[in-house]
């Protein structure tokens, strides 16, 4: 039998309207751009449908902390804390570097056990290494993923591994990259995964535009100078898609986009 194709509303009414519905069910869609393009606030409109529809969402915060994505939060209409009380609609995870410190390196697992796809060999062992950063993290994310019955993720941002260095060995980063995304894909909850992008560069640097289902670019660009929003989705697997460059604002309601009549 085949599997069918459900939709996951992306939180944008504008946006599901021209993709078919929004997100493919299960499917892992990255949103791209530079520092202030919208990105956290699409990755809100996302959990905070899924909490109004009573789907468990979980963000998994690297670099801005929960406390502060809540408190920035709340500065949109569409907010409601009582998603981030118990019982937990939207559930925060903190792997920013400042978190990472609180962590009790063995309250985290190391998932020796589990079939993970991340090929860390040759790598030694090193709790503080990338390898096993992002073994953890996935774990992590695993455990809650099936004990609070989580149906959307977000990821804010992906790059994890801008934190180590690891001088120029791109090829061992993407391959971190790919295999971390390749394992939440493998979870087959929908996903929202953030990628940072300097401004003009309109492509990922790790290949994790190859393994996601979906691309959505948001930018900022310099007119008569004013500043303008622009979005656009280069990709979505089996979706016949917009492939308008979309101009859109961001106020108290979130983002919203010009010429839309129905949000
Ligand atoms: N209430 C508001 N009204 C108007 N614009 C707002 C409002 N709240 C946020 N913004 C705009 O949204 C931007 C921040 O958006 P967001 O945090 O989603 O960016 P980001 O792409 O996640 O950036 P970063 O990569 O730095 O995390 C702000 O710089 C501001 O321009
Ligand atoms: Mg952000």
Redesign the pocket.
Known sequence: MFEQIIRVSTGIPYLDALTQGGFIKGTTNLVI?P????????GLHFLLEGARKKENGLLVAM??PPWAIRR?AS?FSFFDPTYFVEPEKIIMLDFTPSGWELWDPDSLTFAEESDLMIDAEGVPYDETSLPTFLHKIFYHISQVVEQQKIERIVID?LAAFQFYDYGNDSGFLRKLTTGFLANISALNVTTVAIS?LSSGIDHSLFGEEYIADSITH?DMLSVRGEMIRILRISKMRATNHTTKTLRFE???NGITFLNADND
């Not at 520092?35 to 699409?42: P, Q, R």
């Open positions: 751009g520092a202030g393009a919208g990105k956290t606030i699409f670099q801005e920035d500065n941002p940072e948001l961001i106020s108290t």
